[in-house]
């Protein structure tokens, strides 16, 4: 079992925001936790069918774990497990994202006892949750920088798009002993702009539409912008040049909706990650979609900081468990989301992050000494 | 525009995040109950801790949306430009 704190007592927390982050760091603390009032005010109290498979799941990839959910299902006590991973199949269902459930898992895996080799099938892209791009393209970098980059591998065999989608992501990472610390206080300047538009079910004209609007934008300022085509039509699909380069995607029969969406990642010269993503609304032409996204990806640019909105939180939570060393972090604007979860850390694992405000930037310096968590399960090399 | 220049102010961040007890220990919070479980101070709003968990609109809570009429703006502009390697010379296209 991982290093854990579970002699500290457990907490109790309210409502039903923040879900998935307070589960994932009871796991990681060792520390139990109990979520009351959980959508009390509304007309369908309790928790919903995402957040039942959520549990599940992770039920799946842990050893141990008891969740137990209230008479009227609007409270949930959770004592946490030993982190197992394994070699799994689950279906997320279409009522939130592929991302719902990938974003905490990838979380976990390093620090589970086996390798975790997880299919997930559902929906890939939707403007609810972080689209598998994303996840692919700023995520797992992340990680990297940390230290977690032994058999790390992430692949979407199949795009599936809201409402029935239909999608296939697999996802596999081994065990890691321990993270390291870094030192990410220089965003630097951007050097270059990535990114991918996909297209299922639909006419490939809409990704290419999607491109050259927001290439119009995007080259006003640089002019390193390279956005892959990403096509699937319904039928069994032939490899294509776009897919053979990223050498990542393959090409594989489309999910069971038809959408289309564009992804952008802006990559400075310190290695800082910026994303913006979005999915085509029902009746949105691609050039609104391509132009939207654009302005996302720049509104993020502009806010500065190592990373965007999005990813803080898995910033903040990687530093927690680097090695006893300081570790520094610059954010844009920090989002209510991101406060809450520095008050989550502080609670479960008492950390508490030094912040100072840089006014000439406008952004914010982080740092703090992780905790020195280590996976005891993997053996030193 | 108004916003952004609000980040400005000198506030004291870690009061802000923290509340007034930051150097306390993360233990002092709140006693614990019969069962054992310690209530924790709720969210820094009640409404955002009601909201669906996750979703990318509560991330961008802090106001990420880019704004159309910013696009006019010249100091956004130069704020922006100054963030890209070509910024120094104002390169504009490729």
């Given at each position: 079992m991982s290093s854990t704190v579970s002699s500290l007592p457990p907490l109790e927390f309210e409502g039903c925001n923040y879900f998935r982050q307070r589960i994932i760091l009871s796991l990681l603390s060792g520390r139990a936790i109990r979520i009351i009032?959980?959508?009390?005010?509304?007309?369908?109290?309790?928790?919903v069918d995402y957040e039942v498979a959520f549990l599940k799941l992770i039920d799946r990839v842990t050893n141990g774990t008891n969740a137990t959910i209230g008479y009227t299902g609007s409270s949930v006590t959770f004592r946490p497990g030993a982190l197992i991973g394994g070699k799994l199949e689950f279906d997320c269902g279409v009522?939130?994202?592929?991302g719902y459930f990938l974003e905490p898992i990838i979380t976990l895996a390093p620090f589970c006892k086996k390798p975790t080799v997880i299919t997930l099938t559902g929906i890939?892209?939707?403007?609810n949750d972080l689209c598998v791009d994303t996840i692919r393209t700023v995520m797992l970098p992340t990680l990297i920088r940390f230290?977690?980059?032994?058999?790390l591998e992430m692949k979407i065999n199949r795009r599936g798009a809201p409402p029935l989608g239909g999608g296939e992501v697999f996802f596999r990472c081994l065990p890691v002993k321990a993270l390291k610390a870094v030192d990410f206080s220089d965003a630097g300047r951007i050097k270059r702009i990535r990114g991918i538009a996909y297209s299922a079910r639909m006419s490939p004209a809409h990704a290419s539409r999607s491109i050259e609007a927001a290439r119009s934008l995007l080259?006003?300022?640089?002019?390193d912008v390279y956005i892959y085509a990403d096509h699937y039509s319904g039928r069994k699909a032939k490899k294509t040049a776009a897919t053979t380069a990223l050498g990542?995607?393959?090409?594989a029969e489309a999910g069971l909706s038809p959408g289309y969406g564009i992804s952008l990642v802006a990559e400075s010269t310190t290695g800082a990650l910026l994303s913006a993503e979005s999915c085509g609304a029902a009746g949105e032409p691609p050039e609104e979609l391509g132009l939207r996204v654009a302005r996302l990806l720049y509104s993020a640019i502009d806010k500065?900081?190592?990373?965007d909105a999005l990813f803080q939180n898995l910033h903040l939570l990687l530093v927690t468990l680097s090695p006893e060393d300081v570790s520094r972090l610059r954010f844009g604007k920090l989002t209510p989301y991101t406060i809450q979860y520095l008050q989550d850390l502080k609670e479960f694992f008492g950390i508490v992050f030094k912040l100072k405000a840089d006014n000439e930037s406008r952004t914010v310096l982080l740092s703090a000494m992780g905790i020195?968590?280590?996976?005891?399960?993997r053996k030193i090399d | 525009l108004a916003e952004r220049m609000q980040v400005n102010r000198r506030v004291n961040l870690q009061k802000l995040v923290?509340?007034?007890?930051?150097?306390?220990?993360?233990?002092?919070a709140g006693k614990p109950d019969a069962d054992g479980f310690r209530k924790v101070r709720s969210s820094t709003s009640s409404q955002l801790a009601h909201?669906?968990?996750?979703?990318k609109l509560n991330l961008h809570l802090?106001?990420?949306?880019?704004?159309?009429?910013?696009?006019?703006?010249p100091d956004f502009l130069a704020s922006l430009r100054s963030?890209?390697?070509?910024?120094d010379t104002g390169a504009e296209g490729a």
């Open positions: 009032n959980i959508r009390t005010d509304e007309a369908d109290p309790g928790l009522s939130r994202g592929i890939t892209n939707s403007d230290g977690i980059e032994d058999g080259n006003k300022f640089i002019p990542e995607i393959a090409a500065g900081g190592i990373c020195g968590f280590t996976n005891v399960h | 923290y509340g007034d007890g930051a150097e306390e220990d993360a233990g002092s909201m669906d968990d996750g979703a802090g106001g990420d949306v880019a704004d159309a009429d910013l696009w006019e703006d963030r890209f390697i070509t910024g």
